[in-house]
């Protein structure tokens, strides 16, 4: 068995790289990559376009330079709406085996409303079973390629709230990447969670959150950027999220997955210098972790 601390990665939103338009500037990549590999992190999900290579073997070869590997990483998927799914499975397909080239394990999927990422309208009852169906095909597409098809709920998407989470759950069989704050704002109680379902946890994402901040997010009065930029995404250890719960909760069920530390940030004025901004975020976060007592 691996322990805890071997299994730390983080994902580059945690630098401020996000796939959400217009978020903000991206730091050079080698500068991201060296701040993580300083940090003694392994591995890291793939990011935005264009933070790393489009071809497999010049990711391998990049995060190679930084003795790193690739996880997989965040992919938006639409998978209410019957007449987006070949567009879907298209985009998996495609994310899929350019994942199985570089050795990832992962495809983070996450269901927004639209590839605008409008915000998200209820859905009918054809909608969530055209969405069963979709995460039935995307989890055999990734199981050809090798990979675990983790549903990653997220503020502003189909898959946001308690209970649309619980829905999702009891409706179909995919896997869950266990993101802790998206699913603490969505009312989940996380420890909860993982112990009714630690079986269907394929991933997790380590997020804590100031939760006073969260209202105007989820009542569509503020962006998730907006939110990022007045502080809702808090380092490890320092906000409302019970973190440490859920990793012993996680570790006592038999978990061996990786724990992402995904510490959302936009970085919309100067770029902060370099060991500054987020890697002070993240050094923090580190220093968290180390501190507890796991395993």
């Not at 935005?48 to 965040?74: C, H, R, T, V, Y």
């Not at 009918?124 to 995307?138: C, G, H, R, V």
């Not at 990653?152 to 069989?173: A, F, M, N, Y």
């Amino acid at each position: 068995m691996k322990s805890f601390y071997s299994r730390i990665a983080s994902a580059p939103i945690s630098w401020g790289i996000c796939e959400v338009p217009g978020w903000g500037k991206m730091l050079p990549t080698d500068r991201v990559l060296s701040e993580m590999n300083n940090l003694g992190l392994p591995a890291t999900e793939l990011g935005a376009p264009g933070f790393l290579p489009s071809d497999a073997n010049e990711i391998s070869e990049k995060l190679g330079e930084f003795e790193m590997s690739l996880i997989g990483g965040f992919t938006p998927v639409v998978v209410h709406d019957k007449n987006q799914n070949q567009e879907t499975l298209s985009q998996v397909k495609k994310v899929a085996e350019l994942f199985k080239k570089t050795g990832a394990t992962h495809l983070v999927s996450s269901p927004v409303y639209s590839w605008g990422w409008d915000a998200p309208k209820p859905l009918s009852a054809d909608e969530y079973k055209n969405m069963f169906s979709m995460f039935s095909q995307i989890d055999k597409i990734c199981e050809d390629h090798g990979l675990t098809n983790v549903l990653h709920p997220h503020l502003q998407t189909t898959v946001e709230s308690k209970d649309e989470i619980e829905r999702v759950l009891d409706g179909c069989d995919v896997k869950w990447c266990l993101d802790t704050g998206h699913m603490a704002i969505g009312g989940v109680d996380i420890v909860e969670f993982a112990k009714n379902a630690a079986d269907r946890v394929g991933h997790v994402h380590l997020k804590d959150v100031d939760l006073s901040k969260a209202a105007p997010v989820l009542a569509r009065k503020e962006s998730i950027m907006a939110g990022v930029q007045k502080g809702l995404f808090t380092p490890l250890g320092s906000g409302d999220v019970p973190i440490a719960q859920v990793i012993n909760v996680l570790e006592s069920a038999g978990y061996q997955g990786w724990y992402v530390i995904e510490q959302d940030c936009a970085i919309t004025g100067e770029l902060p210098a370099e060991g500054a901004g987020p890697a002070l975020m993240m050094n923090k976060s580190m220093d968290y972790l180390k501190s507890l007592a796991i395993g």
